[in-house]
């Protein structure tokens, strides 16, 4: 069966077509929730056009399609359909249990079903946490493991999810490590120190940054990105790497917190690399990394196996 799967993200929207196991087609447009905020017309258009677009392209009729399936901040107050987030301990029975059937006529003919977020318990601010999207990509890549893990989905909003022996979420920990990262060397002092686009990974300074910043704080170690690139002259691939040790300090703590012997890593790439360098040196557990094509397709993959659970 042919599926459109829709990631609706906070900033971005990616339209997928496929069969559960391959990406035929896929779009991308930068319109997402906070766009919803202002103007939800803008973001129904994008979706309804970006079907329109895959459907032409491919030589395809509405009626080849099996269903459109959603997830993400597509579900939240500023999407397509609100949905309530479901509590842990929250798997993929729990995720097909809560799905959503809706027929939106206003973008398309063809029916579309939603899937909830997650959230912890939230009894009080110390345990309270929310995901919408991540959930669907840790079922794509779930099922290559087995036990009980700690998966890390490293991202603007980066995840660090526990996971039972059945494959159920646990508990979860949200870190602004993405949007941290990019405020801080877009839009401070420290923007002509840190080029994300064309600077490698130095594994020293990473290390460095890291270290540093469990010693003294963020705000202590960040200046000192400016100190190594204008007292010490250093390159731009060391000043990058501090800065990204630096950033990624308390994410990796929060790992550390937990006593696992598994480590996944899936997620964005840049932050995905840096990430697993630092936790090969600084944690004992088995750390491995999603290959780039299997974290670029799961989101889609994790849509579908819980629609056809």
């Known amino acids: 069966m042919l599926y459109i799967t829709i990631d609706g993200g906070t900033t971005n929207t990616r339209i997928c077509l496929t069969d559960g196991n391959e990406i035929r087609d896929k779009r991308a ?6 766009a919803g905020m202002d103007n939800r017309s803008m973001l129904k258009e994008t979706v309804k056009n970006g079907i329109k677009d895959i459907l032409s392209d491919n030589r395809l009729r509405e009626n080849d399609i099996a269903q459109i ?49 997650v959230k912890t318990p939230c009894t009080s601010i110390d345990n309270a946490d929310i995901m919408r999207g991540e959930e669907t990509e840790l079922m794509g890549i779930i099922s290559e493991f087995a036990g009980e893990c700690v998966y890390v989905l490293p991202g603007s909003h980066s995840k660090i999810i526990k996971t039972d022996k059945h494959g159920r979420i646990t508990g979860f920990t949200s870190m602004l490590t993405g949007e941290l990262a990019a405020a ?59 800065f990204l040790g630096a950033v990624l300090c308390d994410e990796i703590l ?56």
Do not use: W
């Open 29 to 34: 447009y930068k319109v997402g929730a906070r």
């Open 69 to 117: 399936l959603a997830s993400g901040m597509i579900t939240s107050e500023f999407g397509l359909c609100e949905l309530s987030h479901i509590t842990v301990p929250a798997g993929i029975s729990e995720l097909h249990n809560s799905m959503k059937n809706v027929v939106l006529e206003d973008i398309s003919p063809i029916p579309f079903t939603f899937i909830c977020g």
């Open 184 to 242: 801080l060397s877009q839009n401070t002092i420290l923007k002509d120190a840190v080029d994300f686009s064309g600077s490698d990974l130095n594994e020293e300074y990473l290390l460095s940054g890291f270290d540093f910043c469990r010693k003294n704080g963020i705000n202590n170690t960040l200046f000192k990105v400016r100190i190594l690139k204008n007292i010490f002259r250093e390159n731009g691939d060391r000043t990058y790497s501090f």
């Open 254 to 309: 929060e790992i550390l917190k937990h006593d696992t012997e598994k480590i996944i890593i899936g997620g964005n790439s840049r932050l995905k690399e840096a990430s697993h360098m630092l936790l090969k040196h600084r944690s004992n557990a088995d750390t491995v990394c999603i290959t780039p094509e299997k974290a670029d397709i799961a989101a889609s993959v994790g849509m579908v196996k819980i629609f056809e659970y």
